[in-house]
Protein backbone atom coordinates (compact mmCIF):
# COMPACT_ATOMS: atom_id res chain seq x y z
CA UNK A 1 0.00 0.00 0.00
CA UNK A 2 1.81 3.47 -1.07
CA UNK A 3 1.34 5.38 1.81
CA UNK A 4 1.23 8.48 -0.98
CA UNK A 5 -1.88 6.49 -2.11
CA UNK A 6 -4.53 8.74 -0.73
CA UNK A 7 -2.90 11.89 -1.15
CA UNK A 8 -2.21 12.18 -5.05
CA UNK A 9 -5.23 13.89 -5.42
CA UNK A 10 -6.24 16.76 -3.36
CA UNK A 11 -7.24 15.07 -0.02
CA UNK A 12 -11.20 14.83 0.09
CA UNK A 13 -11.87 13.89 3.22
CA UNK A 14 -13.55 16.83 3.92
CA UNK A 15 -17.49 15.96 2.81
CA UNK A 16 -18.42 17.71 -1.00
CA UNK A 17 -21.52 18.48 -1.50
CA UNK A 18 -21.37 18.71 -5.10
CA UNK A 19 -23.70 20.95 -6.76
CA UNK A 20 -27.10 19.23 -7.57
CA UNK A 21 -26.96 16.93 -10.37
CA UNK A 22 -28.26 18.96 -13.56
CA UNK A 23 -29.59 15.76 -14.76
CA UNK A 24 -33.16 16.51 -15.40
CA UNK A 25 -34.98 14.78 -13.02
CA UNK A 26 -32.11 12.74 -11.22
CA UNK A 27 -32.76 12.80 -7.54
CA UNK A 28 -29.27 12.39 -6.63
CA UNK A 29 -28.24 11.65 -3.37
CA UNK A 30 -28.74 13.95 -0.31
CA UNK A 31 -25.55 15.10 -0.82
CA UNK A 32 -26.34 16.70 -3.85
CA UNK A 33 -28.72 18.53 -2.30
CA UNK A 34 -26.59 20.19 0.21
CA UNK A 35 -27.61 18.30 2.85
CA UNK A 36 -24.10 16.77 3.38
CA UNK A 37 -23.90 13.10 2.59
CA UNK A 38 -25.40 10.42 5.20
CA UNK A 39 -22.19 8.44 4.86
CA UNK A 40 -18.92 9.57 6.29
CA UNK A 41 -15.85 9.21 4.33
CA UNK A 42 -13.17 7.09 6.05
CA UNK A 43 -9.29 8.52 5.64
CA UNK A 44 -5.95 6.09 6.05
CA UNK A 45 -4.02 6.55 8.72
CA UNK A 46 -0.52 7.73 8.66
CA UNK A 47 0.69 4.61 6.65
CA UNK A 48 -2.06 4.74 4.17
CA UNK A 49 -4.31 2.40 5.65
CA UNK A 50 -8.31 2.70 6.60
CA UNK A 51 -8.80 1.26 9.26
CA UNK A 52 -12.78 -0.24 9.42
CA UNK A 53 -14.51 -2.00 12.08
CA UNK A 54 -15.75 -5.35 12.59
CA UNK A 55 -19.04 -5.09 11.68
CA UNK A 56 -18.25 -2.90 8.51
CA UNK A 57 -15.80 -5.87 7.90
CA UNK A 58 -18.95 -8.15 8.17
CA UNK A 59 -20.85 -6.32 6.12
CA UNK A 60 -18.64 -6.74 2.94
CA UNK A 61 -18.54 -10.31 3.92
CA UNK A 62 -22.40 -11.09 3.61
CA UNK A 63 -22.32 -8.80 0.36
CA UNK A 64 -19.32 -10.82 -0.83
CA UNK A 65 -21.00 -14.30 -0.21
CA UNK A 66 -24.30 -13.27 -1.58
CA UNK A 67 -23.23 -11.83 -4.65
CA UNK A 68 -20.35 -14.19 -5.40
CA UNK A 69 -23.12 -16.76 -5.20
CA UNK A 70 -25.59 -14.29 -7.62
CA UNK A 71 -23.25 -13.40 -10.37
CA UNK A 72 -22.67 -17.06 -11.55
CA UNK A 73 -24.35 -17.30 -14.61
CA UNK A 74 -25.86 -13.29 -14.41
CA UNK A 75 -22.53 -11.57 -15.58
CA UNK A 76 -20.65 -11.50 -18.58
CA UNK A 77 -17.39 -13.17 -19.08
CA UNK A 78 -14.99 -10.19 -18.91
CA UNK A 79 -16.80 -9.20 -15.90
CA UNK A 80 -16.37 -12.82 -14.49
CA UNK A 81 -11.94 -12.70 -15.53
CA UNK A 82 -11.76 -9.50 -13.92
CA UNK A 83 -13.14 -10.64 -11.01
CA UNK A 84 -10.77 -13.88 -10.71
CA UNK A 85 -7.94 -11.34 -11.59
CA UNK A 86 -8.96 -9.20 -8.65
CA UNK A 87 -9.14 -12.45 -6.16
CA UNK A 88 -10.79 -9.85 -3.72
CA UNK A 89 -10.45 -11.14 0.19
CA UNK A 90 -14.06 -12.83 1.39
CA UNK A 91 -13.98 -11.61 4.92
CA UNK A 92 -12.44 -7.90 5.30
CA UNK A 93 -12.80 -4.90 3.12
CA UNK A 94 -9.11 -4.47 0.96
CA UNK A 95 -7.29 -1.52 0.86
CA UNK A 96 -7.25 0.25 -2.09
CA UNK A 97 -3.37 -0.32 -2.77
CA UNK A 98 -4.15 -4.02 -3.22
CA UNK A 99 -6.46 -3.15 -6.14
CA UNK A 100 -4.47 -1.16 -7.68
CA UNK A 101 -1.75 -3.33 -8.06
CA UNK A 102 -3.84 -5.72 -10.05
CA UNK A 103 -5.73 -2.31 -12.35
CA UNK A 104 -1.94 -1.45 -12.68
CA UNK A 105 -0.92 -4.38 -13.71
CA UNK A 106 -3.86 -5.19 -16.24
CA UNK A 107 -4.79 -1.69 -17.86
CA UNK A 108 -2.04 0.64 -15.52
CA UNK A 109 -5.78 2.70 -13.55
CA UNK A 110 -5.90 3.02 -9.97
CA UNK A 111 -8.64 3.85 -7.51
CA UNK A 112 -8.80 7.15 -6.50
CA UNK A 113 -9.76 7.74 -2.56
CA UNK A 114 -13.30 9.74 -2.80
CA UNK A 115 -15.55 10.61 0.10
CA UNK A 116 -19.15 9.92 -1.99
CA UNK A 117 -20.61 11.67 -5.07
CA UNK A 118 -17.83 14.19 -6.46
CA UNK A 119 -18.99 16.66 -8.63
CA UNK A 120 -18.59 15.72 -12.91
CA UNK A 121 -15.83 17.97 -13.15
CA UNK A 122 -13.59 16.15 -10.52
CA UNK A 123 -14.74 12.44 -11.77
CA UNK A 124 -13.77 13.35 -15.35
CA UNK A 125 -10.59 14.69 -14.22
CA UNK A 126 -9.62 11.46 -12.50
CA UNK A 127 -11.47 9.02 -15.52
CA UNK A 128 -9.11 10.99 -17.97
CA UNK A 129 -5.93 10.29 -15.66
CA UNK A 130 -7.05 6.63 -15.53
CA UNK A 131 -8.11 6.98 -11.79
CA UNK A 132 -11.44 5.47 -10.51
CA UNK A 133 -13.03 7.00 -7.98
CA UNK A 134 -13.66 4.89 -4.90
CA UNK A 135 -15.79 6.27 -1.95
CA UNK A 136 -14.49 4.87 1.33
CA UNK A 137 -17.43 4.33 3.02
CA UNK A 138 -19.49 0.98 2.69
CA UNK A 139 -23.13 0.35 3.70
CA UNK A 140 -24.83 -0.24 6.53
CA UNK A 141 -26.29 -3.68 7.26
CA UNK A 142 -30.37 -2.28 6.53
CA UNK A 143 -28.94 -0.88 2.84
CA UNK A 144 -27.60 -4.04 1.92
CA UNK A 145 -29.49 -5.09 -1.11
CA UNK A 146 -29.55 -1.67 -2.35
CA UNK A 147 -28.36 1.62 -1.64
CA UNK A 148 -28.78 5.26 -3.27
CA UNK A 149 -24.89 6.38 -2.96
CA UNK A 150 -22.15 4.43 -4.33
CA UNK A 151 -20.16 2.98 -1.71
CA UNK A 152 -16.98 1.32 -1.63
CA UNK A 153 -18.54 -1.81 -2.68
CA UNK A 154 -20.16 -0.77 -5.42
CA UNK A 155 -16.87 0.73 -6.83
CA UNK A 156 -14.85 -2.12 -5.79
CA UNK A 157 -17.08 -5.11 -6.81
CA UNK A 158 -19.38 -3.41 -8.97
CA UNK A 159 -16.56 -1.17 -11.09
CA UNK A 160 -12.95 -2.77 -11.05
CA UNK A 161 -13.17 -6.13 -12.38
CA UNK A 162 -14.15 -4.52 -15.72
CA UNK A 163 -11.70 -1.77 -15.43
CA UNK A 164 -9.14 -4.72 -16.02
CA UNK A 165 -10.40 -5.22 -19.43
CA UNK A 166 -8.41 -3.48 -21.78
CA UNK A 167 -11.56 -2.45 -24.06
CA UNK A 168 -13.40 -1.08 -21.92
CA UNK A 169 -10.93 0.51 -19.77
CA UNK A 170 -10.05 2.54 -23.13
CA UNK A 171 -13.53 3.26 -23.35
CA UNK A 172 -13.35 4.75 -19.90
CA UNK A 173 -10.52 6.78 -20.37
CA UNK A 174 -11.88 8.26 -23.49
CA UNK A 175 -15.07 8.92 -22.12
CA UNK A 176 -13.24 10.72 -19.26
CA UNK A 177 -10.92 13.15 -22.00
CA UNK A 178 -14.52 13.96 -23.41
CA UNK A 179 -15.47 15.03 -20.09
CA UNK A 180 -13.49 17.27 -19.16
CA UNK A 181 -13.29 19.23 -22.79
CA UNK A 182 -17.10 19.33 -22.72
CA UNK A 183 -19.35 22.19 -21.52
CA UNK A 184 -21.37 21.66 -18.37
CA UNK A 185 -24.57 21.42 -20.82
CA UNK A 186 -22.24 18.55 -23.07
CA UNK A 187 -21.32 16.97 -19.56
CA UNK A 188 -24.95 16.14 -18.54
CA UNK A 189 -25.68 14.19 -21.84
CA UNK A 190 -22.03 12.42 -21.68
CA UNK A 191 -23.12 11.15 -17.68
CA UNK A 192 -26.49 9.61 -19.43
CA UNK A 193 -24.14 7.78 -21.83
CA UNK A 194 -21.96 7.01 -18.87
CA UNK A 195 -25.20 5.95 -16.76
CA UNK A 196 -26.66 3.44 -19.78
CA UNK A 197 -23.25 1.86 -19.82
CA UNK A 198 -20.66 1.96 -17.55
CA UNK A 199 -22.68 2.05 -14.41
CA UNK A 200 -26.27 0.33 -15.28
CA UNK A 201 -24.85 -1.88 -18.88
CA UNK A 202 -26.35 -5.35 -20.10
CA UNK A 203 -25.21 -7.05 -23.23
CA UNK A 204 -26.37 -10.27 -24.93
CA UNK A 205 -23.46 -12.98 -25.02
CA UNK A 206 -23.47 -16.35 -27.31
CA UNK A 207 -23.53 -19.67 -25.23
CA UNK A 208 -21.85 -23.00 -26.10
CA UNK A 209 -25.18 -23.72 -27.05
CA UNK A 210 -25.06 -20.64 -29.85
CA UNK A 211 -28.20 -19.41 -27.13
CA UNK A 212 -28.03 -15.50 -26.56
CA UNK A 213 -27.89 -14.76 -22.80
CA UNK A 214 -28.74 -11.40 -21.10
CA UNK A 215 -25.58 -10.58 -19.11
CA UNK A 216 -24.65 -8.23 -16.88
CA UNK A 217 -21.51 -5.72 -16.76
CA UNK A 218 -23.01 -2.18 -15.63
CA UNK A 219 -21.03 -1.99 -11.95
CA UNK A 220 -24.27 -0.31 -10.25
CA UNK A 221 -26.17 -3.32 -11.20
CA UNK A 222 -23.53 -5.85 -9.86
CA UNK A 223 -23.23 -4.24 -6.16
CA UNK A 224 -26.77 -4.17 -5.80
CA UNK A 225 -28.27 -7.97 -4.73
CA UNK A 226 -31.78 -6.63 -5.61
CA UNK A 227 -30.69 -5.24 -9.05
CA UNK A 228 -29.10 -7.93 -10.35
CA UNK A 229 -31.88 -10.12 -10.22
CA UNK A 230 -34.61 -7.40 -11.16
CA UNK A 231 -32.56 -6.31 -13.86
CA UNK A 232 -32.44 -9.98 -15.65
CA UNK A 233 -36.32 -9.52 -14.91
CA UNK A 234 -36.24 -12.84 -11.92
CA UNK A 235 -38.36 -10.96 -9.41
CA UNK A 236 -41.30 -10.44 -11.26
CA UNK A 237 -44.06 -8.14 -10.80
CA UNK A 238 -43.37 -7.03 -7.02
CA UNK A 239 -40.85 -3.99 -7.92
CA UNK A 240 -42.32 -3.77 -11.40
CA UNK A 241 -40.67 -5.17 -14.22
CA UNK A 242 -37.41 -3.32 -16.48
CA UNK A 243 -37.84 -2.72 -19.99
CA UNK A 244 -34.64 -4.07 -22.10
CA UNK A 245 -33.95 -1.63 -25.42
CA UNK A 246 -31.16 -2.44 -28.19
CA UNK A 247 -27.90 -0.30 -27.29
CA UNK A 248 -27.84 3.27 -29.34
CA UNK A 249 -25.74 5.53 -28.36
CA UNK A 250 -28.13 8.44 -29.32
CA UNK A 251 -31.00 7.28 -27.59
CA UNK A 252 -28.77 6.73 -24.31
CA UNK A 253 -27.49 10.28 -24.52
CA UNK A 254 -31.39 11.40 -24.61
CA UNK A 255 -32.73 9.27 -21.60
CA UNK A 256 -33.31 11.12 -18.03
CA UNK A 257 -32.45 9.07 -15.21
CA UNK A 258 -32.56 8.60 -10.81
CA UNK A 259 -29.68 7.51 -9.26
CA UNK A 260 -31.80 6.54 -6.05
CA UNK A 261 -34.64 3.90 -7.90
CA UNK A 262 -33.77 0.65 -9.70
CA UNK A 263 -33.80 1.91 -12.96
CA UNK A 264 -37.17 0.92 -14.89
CA UNK A 265 -34.76 0.55 -18.40
CA UNK A 266 -31.58 -0.81 -19.49
CA UNK A 267 -29.30 -0.53 -22.45
CA UNK A 268 -28.07 -3.72 -24.33
CA UNK A 269 -24.99 -4.37 -26.12
CA UNK A 270 -24.24 -6.81 -28.99
CA UNK A 271 -20.92 -7.25 -27.33
CA UNK A 272 -18.31 -5.40 -26.00
CA UNK A 273 -16.59 -4.11 -28.90
CA UNK A 274 -19.67 -1.65 -29.36
CA UNK A 275 -17.96 0.29 -26.36
CA UNK A 276 -14.14 -0.46 -28.12
CA UNK A 277 -16.11 0.72 -32.08
CA UNK A 278 -18.49 3.83 -29.89
CA UNK A 279 -14.89 5.12 -28.30
CA UNK A 280 -13.39 5.64 -31.93
CA UNK A 281 -16.29 7.45 -33.32
CA UNK A 282 -17.36 11.24 -32.67
CA UNK A 283 -19.21 11.31 -29.70
CA UNK A 284 -19.36 14.92 -28.93
CA UNK A 285 -21.75 14.78 -32.91
CA UNK A 286 -23.49 12.20 -31.15
CA UNK A 287 -24.10 14.45 -27.92
CA UNK A 288 -24.97 17.16 -30.37
CA UNK A 289 -28.01 14.77 -32.22
CA UNK A 290 -29.09 13.94 -28.88
CA UNK A 291 -29.36 17.45 -27.58
CA UNK A 292 -31.15 18.74 -30.96
CA UNK A 293 -33.75 15.78 -30.75
CA UNK A 294 -34.19 16.65 -26.81
CA UNK A 295 -34.90 14.70 -24.27
CA UNK A 296 -37.12 10.91 -23.96
CA UNK A 297 -39.95 10.90 -21.90
CA UNK A 298 -38.96 10.04 -18.15
CA UNK A 299 -39.97 6.31 -16.89
CA UNK A 300 -40.07 7.33 -13.73
CA UNK A 301 -41.83 9.49 -11.42
CA UNK A 302 -40.22 12.95 -10.75
CA UNK A 303 -38.87 12.09 -6.99
CA UNK A 304 -41.41 14.38 -4.64
CA UNK A 305 -39.70 17.26 -3.49
CA UNK A 306 -39.51 16.55 -0.17
CA UNK A 307 -38.37 13.17 0.28
CA UNK A 308 -35.15 12.61 1.13
CA UNK A 309 -35.12 8.71 -0.15
CA UNK A 310 -36.92 7.36 -2.97
C1 LIG B 1 -22.38 9.97 -14.46
C2 LIG B 1 -22.08 9.31 -13.17
O1 LIG B 1 -22.81 8.17 -12.92
C3 LIG B 1 -22.26 10.22 -11.97
O2 LIG B 1 -23.04 11.30 -12.21
C4 LIG B 1 -20.86 10.48 -11.55
C5 LIG B 1 -20.69 11.66 -10.67
N1 LIG B 1 -20.02 11.45 -9.43
C6 LIG B 1 -19.59 10.22 -9.02
N2 LIG B 1 -18.98 10.10 -7.81
C7 LIG B 1 -18.59 8.87 -7.40
N3 LIG B 1 -17.99 8.74 -6.20
N4 LIG B 1 -18.77 7.75 -8.14
C8 LIG B 1 -19.37 7.83 -9.34
O3 LIG B 1 -19.54 6.79 -10.02
C9 LIG B 1 -19.80 9.09 -9.82
N5 LIG B 1 -20.44 9.20 -11.04
N1 LIG C 1 -27.46 1.10 -6.12
C1 LIG C 1 -26.06 0.63 -6.06
C2 LIG C 1 -25.16 1.78 -5.58
C3 LIG C 1 -25.20 2.99 -6.51
C4 LIG C 1 -25.88 4.13 -6.13
C5 LIG C 1 -25.92 5.27 -6.97
C6 LIG C 1 -25.23 5.25 -8.20
C7 LIG C 1 -24.54 4.10 -8.58
C8 LIG C 1 -24.52 2.97 -7.74
C9 LIG C 1 -25.94 -0.53 -5.05
O1 LIG C 1 -26.81 -0.77 -4.30
O2 LIG C 1 -24.93 -1.17 -4.98
FE1 LIG D 1 -20.61 3.64 -10.18
Not at 35 to 43: L, N, Q, S
Not at 165 to 183: H, K, M
Not at 190 to 213: C, H, I, K, P
Not at 256 to 270: A, G, M, S, T
Amino acid sequence: MNASQGRQWPDTHTVVTPSPSPHSHVASSPSAQGKGTRYIAREPDANGIIHYSTEEHATWQTLMERQMALVEGRVCREYRQGLERLALPHDRIPQLGEIDRVLKATTGWQTARVPALIPFTRFFELLAAKRFPVATFIRSPQELDYLQEPDIFHEIFGHCPMLTNPAFAEFTATYGRLGLAASKEERVYLARLYWMTVEFGMLRERQSDGSNALRLYGGGIISSPRETRYALDELGDTLGRPEHLDFDPVEALRTPYRIDILQPLYYVLKSLDDLHELAGRDIMALVHDAMRIGLKTPRFAPKDAGATSA
